[in-house]
């Protein structure tokens, strides 16, 4: 299984699980990062913090550590 901080620019994901405890998971999907959406990497920083991603037509900036809880199928 791989994680959206494996992702690179131009790819999209299908988030398949949300692997945060409380505060965290709850930061994640109310940012609309829920099981089932398309997620499209936009930008990853060279140092990979953040990483910019599209969700529902909404532009979002993930933290390395936020983005290492989310697991993806990548779409080809």
Do not use: H
Not at 12 to 25: D, E, Y
Not at 45 to 65: C, M, N, Q, W
């Amino acid at each position: 299984m791989a994680t959206l901080r494996e992702a690179r620019p131009g790819q999209t994901a299908v988030v398949s699980r949300i692997n945060g405890q409380g505060p965290v998971k709850r930061r994640i999907m109310e940012m609309g990062v829920t099981k089932g959406v398309e997620v499209f990497v936009r930008k990853v920083a060279p140092l990979g913090d953040p990483i910019e991603v599209t969700v529902r037509g909404y532009e979002l900036s993930l933290r390395k550590a936020d983005a290492e809880q989310i697991d993806v199928e990548y779409l080809a």
